[in-house]
Every structure is written in structure tokens, then in C-alpha cells.
């Protein structure tokens, strides 16, 4: 019968776990998966006695649908989520809901939706993020595409959504791949923190020679304050894991090669496309990357050798001075990202609501953080809002931490450890606050050996000049000036 309110395609865990969760809200869902056992399997175990119906066809899964019908997709980015519109099209009717729930890069879901939508058909690009918990219990969710489209489902998604201060963490983010967007930069500025986080983990380590139990200790008092956040809670619980095996810490025997799926990476380069500055981002991509060189680096670390010093300073001090720079660090990784959405917003005609953004990732999602809410007040005061810099919130907290910051990417300098996020983040604060900066030099540079031409800043704005720096060159210039 078509009494379902919803249908998911796609019994990962994430799916599993999205279905248990809108079905304990009280919707009925359809559920269908390629792999037929799968789909048994969860029908006979934590799908048992629920309102979820399991369907062992296309056909049979649309017809269980009420109309017009909504099929939530979770299956792996990319080819396989073409595939499984092509095989839903021949099925559905106009009007009915093809929604993508998993992590679709952006342009992707621009395509589909404007191709589904010329045949009658609505579409989400709908950003989940929580992970499985999260799918579970309560996602942080961000659902892009036609209006009316997110009308269909805002009931569910806002009963299945976590909550932050009685408010569901979903907002209809913007049209076509607006949702994808966000949730790509969402996972950008994760890539931020988690490698901020690494960093201090490694100065604490190698620099102080913290215990994982002192190290615990550390990482929990810092939840108790302004850097609580999810990814703090689960850093300090991750050092106090032992492995049953051997009865080692687990951190210790993990290899040092951190692996990567593509939405920072995704995020990196729509950001140079975009000529937005997301450095902290960018150099946890990288430091990613070169971490994967473990054997080149174990090689390496043979014949190249590296300072020697030790800190000398107060160790207690010294810990705090890491939470300050962490602190300040995470501020510029989130001022990164909503730049590039703010940025992305005018190039793309999103319309992004940047305070309903920072609203819905305060619960749910794998960046919340106590400080979403300063963010979220911050675009209410000013919706227009240049740079999380300049807040009087912002401007304060990291002046009042800017000394501890300098500390110690200067003493991670002397003692040989690597902080590419950190020292990127301290690199981009002193660049934006500085009036004037070295790019005279680059341009005159570009003029002498290309003819490109510069302003001036004793002429107006706009009009460009071009110097015979060596006295043979000529008048000609390069066709375009671009800064």
C-alpha cells in the first residue's frame, strides 16, 4: 500500500540510521537497497516491529510511496547517484522528490537538479553531517534545491534534526546545490580543525612530552571552556582508550597516514577559483597529503636532521598558551569559511542566510562548538558581515590571545614542529590586518617582465600605468589588468 511518507535507498549505516531515526519521529518510511540480504538483514534486526516497510524492487518501493512521492538517496557520491536517478525517472511522476542525502561535490547537484527539474521533477542536494551518531539521533542538516521542494519534507527533516536551544539544526539553505555547497564547506572548515587540533596534540606531545593521560586531562579542561566542541570531547576521549589486545594506548599504535575523502580538497580549490583566501584549510589539506608519504618521511627523518631545543618556559603556562592559539587558530578557520561563503553566495546567486548557517551547526553536526553561538549573533547584528575578524566578540578574544598565539608558533618554529594550520591561520590574521602589504613589489615585478600594468595610490582608483622599467621596453601592454 502507498502509506509510506518517505522512502531511502541505500542501507549503509548512515541510511540505516537515518531511517531508524525519522521512523522513531513517527514517519513511515520505504526502504530499498541494490543488495537484497542487506535490505533483510535490517528488516530482521534493528528494523524489526518498526513502521518500515522493505522493498525488493524499484517498482515495488515507489508504489509503497504516498504521493507526491519523497526518495531520499544515500548511496556513494558520484556515478552511483546518476545511476540511481536514471533507473527512479521511468517511475516517478512530476512533482515527485529525488533527494541526495550523501556527500555530492556541488557543480554535481547544480546539474541534477536543473536537469530534473526541465522534466517536472523536484530535487534536494541535502548536506547531512553527525556521522553516524548523528544520522541517528539528531544530523545537523542542509538541504539546497527548489523551495517547494524542502516544503515536502521540512516536517520530517525537522523532527529528525538535532536541536541547539529548541531550534531543529535544518534550514532551507538555497537553491540547486546550495545545500552541497554548504556541507562542502562545512567539511572544509573540519579539515581545519581537526588539523589545529592535531597540531597542539603534537607541540603537547613532542615539545612537552604530555602523557596520554595528562594529555586527556588537558583536552577534557578545555571542553569544560570556550573550546568545548564535539571534536575537543571526542580528542580528549580518543587518549584515554586502551587497545584490549595489547593494553597499549590506541593512539599510539594508529599509523601516522591520515587519509582524505575530497571535501576539503573540493573546498581548496573552489576557493582558488573563487579567489577567496582559505589558507588554514588549504594547508590541512596538504598536511594530509604529505602525511601520506610516511615512508619518504621515515627515510628522511634518517638523514635530515632538525633543532634540538627544548622548551624553557612554565609548563602550565605553556599549556594554556596552546589553548590560546588553538583557540584563536579555530577562529580563523571558521572566519575562512564563511568568507568563501559569503563569496560563493554572490557568485552563485545562493542567497545564504550565513546566521541560519551557523545556526543549524551548533548541534549535530562534527564542527558544532560553543562559539556558533557568538558566530550566530554576530550575522544578526550584521547580516553583511565582511569577516569574523572584525566582530568586537572575535576582535577581543584573539587580542587577548594573539601573545600566547605568537608564542607558540615561534616556539614550534625553534623546536622543529611542524604547524602548517596554525602558522597559515597567524599568517592570514597578520596579513588582513595589515594596511599595506608586499603585493607593490609583486606588481611591479608582473609589469617589468610582462607588461601588466598597476594602479597607483596617489592616482584614482581604476586607471592603470605601466613603467619602461629597463628604458628599451615599449608602450605595449598585457590585455588585461586583474588584482
Known amino acids: 500500500m502507498s502509506t509510506n511518507n518517505i522512502g531511502l535507498i541505500g542501507l549503509a549505516v548512515m541510511g540505516q540510521n537515518l531511517v531508524l531515526n525519522m521512523e522513531r519521529n513517527g514517519f513511515r518510511v520505504a526502504v530499498y537497497n541494490r543488495t537484497t540480504s542487506k535490505t533483510k538483514d535490517f528488516i530482521a534486526g534493528s528494523a524489526a516491529g518498526k513502521n518500515i516497510t522493505a522493498a525488493y524492487s524499484l517498482e515495488d518501493f515507489v508504489a509503497a ?6 526518495i531520499m538517496i544515500m548511496v556513494q557520491a558520484g556515478r552511483a547517484v546518476d545511476a540511481v536517478i536514471g533507473q527512479l525517472k521511468p517511475l516517478l511522476d512530476p512533482g515527485d522528490l529525488i533527494i541526495d542525502g550523501g556527500n555530492s561535490y556541488f557543480p554535481d547537484t547544480e546539474r541534477r537538479s536543473q536537469e530534473l527539474e526541465a522534466e517536472g521533477l523536484r530535487y534536494l542536494g541535502v548536506g ?18 527548489q523551495p517547494d521542494a524542502y516544503e515536502l519534507v521540512r516536517p520530517i527533516y525537522e523532527a529528525a534534526a538535532a536541536e541547539a536551544q529548541g531550534e531543529a539544526c535544518v534550514t532551507y539553505i538555497g537553491p540547486r546545490g546550495a545545500g552541497h555547497y554548504v556541507k562542502m564547506v562545512h567539511n572544509g572548515i573540519e579539515y581545519g580543525d581537526m588539523q589545529l587540533i592535531a597540531e597542539s596534540y603534537d607541540i603537547l606531545h613532542r615539545g612537552l612530552d604530555l602523557s596520554n593521560e595528562e594529555l586527556h586531562q588537558v583536552f577534557s579542561g578545555w571542553n569544560e571552556g570556550v573550546l568545548k566542541s564535539f571534536l575537543i570531547e571526542i580528542t580528549a576521549d580518543i587518549f584515554a582508550v586502551k587497545d584490549d589486545e595489547t593494553g597499549q594506548d590506541v593512539i599510539d599504535l594508529i599509523l601516522d597516514k ?21 589558507t588554514t584549510i588549504t594547508s590541512a589539506v596538504f598536511a594530509r597529503a604529505l602525511s601520506s608519504f610516511k615512508e619518504q618521511r621515515v627515510a628522511a627523518s634518517e638523514i635530515i636532521s632538525g633543532p634540538t631545543a627544548e622548551i624553557d618556559t612554565d609548563r602550565d603556562s605553556f599549556i594554556e598558551a596552546v589553548g590560546d592559539a588553538l583557540y ?47 558566530i550566530t549573533d554576530a550575522y544578526k547584528t550584521d547580516p553583511e558581515l565582511p569577516n569574523l ?23 614550534a618554529v625553534q623546536l622543529g614542529i611542524p604547524t602548517p594550520a596554525m602558522s597559515a591561520s597567524l599568517a592570514y590574521f597578520d596579513g588582513y590586518r595589515s594596511a599595506r602589504v608586499s603585493a607593490n613589489l609583486i606588481q611591479a615585478q ?38
Open 65 to 70: 510511496l504516498e504521493r507526491p512521492r519523497r
Open 446 to 483: 608582473r609589469d617589468y617582465f610582462g607588461a601588466h600594468t598597476y594602479e597607483r595610490l596617489d592616482k584614482p582608483g581604476g586607471k592603470v600605468f605601466h613603467t619602461n622599467w629597463t628604458g628599451t621596453g615599449g608602450d605595449i601592454t598585457a590585455s588585461t589588468y586583474n588584482a
Open 128 to 145: 547531512v553531517s553527525g556521522g553516524e551518531e548523528g544520522a541517528l539521533w539528531g544530523p545537523s542538516m542542509m538541504p539546497g534545491g
Open 258 to 278: 591520515a587519509g582524505q575523502k575530497g571535501t576539503g580538497k573540493w573546498t581548496s580549490q573552489n576557493a582558488l577559483d573563487l579567489g577567496v583566501p582559505t
Open 328 to 374: 584563536a587558530s579555530k577562529v580563523v578557520s571558521y572566519a575562512q569559511g564563511f568568507a568563501l561563503l559569503r563569496e560563493a553566495s554572490k557568485t552563485y546567486n545562493y542567497e545564504l542566510n550565513y546566521g541560519e548557517i551557523a545556526r543549524i551547526w551548533r548541534a549535530g553536526c562534527i564542527i558544532r562548538a560553543v562559539f556558533l553561538n557568538d
Open 389 to 411: 575578524l572584525v566582530v568586537p566578540f572575535f576582535r577581543e578574544a584573539v587580542a587577548t590571545r594573539q601573545a600566547n598565539w605568537r608564542k607558540v608558533v615561534s616556539t
